[in-house]
């Protein structure tokens, strides 16, 4: 496996997920960058979790941890940064990540607490017309991350392990 981003860390909080199609597609986008664990709250997923569509089976790979208190699963030294549509965040666009980042999200179908925001270093959110989902977020802040690290590994060797087994064009062939 390469990792594509070194000498950082980062681990995700989901509050109260309920839909396993979102959660499927986190796991997805923690395989793709590199997060170190995932974690969730609340009971509606566990309720949900035979229905998950973790299409690459990440979860083998990458913890999926239920737990009571998502507080209680920020890694040591790890900056917490919420992720809501909310008045007075920083725009992702002008944020800064920090090497050791848990990134909280809220439920599909509601926001952060302010129980939550209170213990949370920063709050960011996507500067779009209108909400995006759960899992299209997390992409949005884990490549945004990525863009902005200056840890990240780029060519043609990252694209030979990273693609499809069925995609093995190369623009040599083409031009």
């Known amino acids: 496996m390469v990792f594509m981003l070194k000498n950082i860390s980062a681990s995700i909080g989901l509050v109260n997920p309920k839909s396993p199609t979102n959660v ?3 796991m997805r986008a923690a395989g793709c960058y590199d997060v170190d664990s995932v974690f969730y709250s609340g ?3 566990d309720r949900a979790r035979k229905f998950a569509t973790d299409t690459k089976n990440v979860s083998e790979h990458i913890p999926l941890i239920g737990i009571a208190d998502l507080k209680q699963a920020v890694p040591e ?3 917490v940064i ?5 008045e007075g965040a920083t725009a992702l666009t002008r944020y800064q990540h920090p090497d050791n ?6 439920p599909e179908d ?3 607490g302010k129980d939550i925001l209170k213990w949370c270093d920063d709050v960011v959110y996507i500067p779009t017309i209108g909400c995006m989902n759960l899992a299209a977020t997390v992409n949005v802040v884990l490549y945004d991350r990525l863009a902005k690290s200056p840890y990240t590994i780029e060519g043609d060797e990252l694209i030979r392990k990273s693609r499809d087994a069925n995609n093995k064009v190369n623009l040599k062939d083409i031009k």
Do not use: H, P, T
């Not at 919420?82 to 909310?86: D, N, R, S």
């Open 101 to 106: 980042a848990f990134y909280v999200f809220g």
């Open 77 to 79: 030294g790890a900056k």
């Open 24 to 26: 499927g597609a986190v």
């Open 110 to 112: 509601g926001s952060l």
């Open 82 to 86: 919420a992720v809501e549509l909310i």
């Open 43 to 45: 009971v509606r997923f």
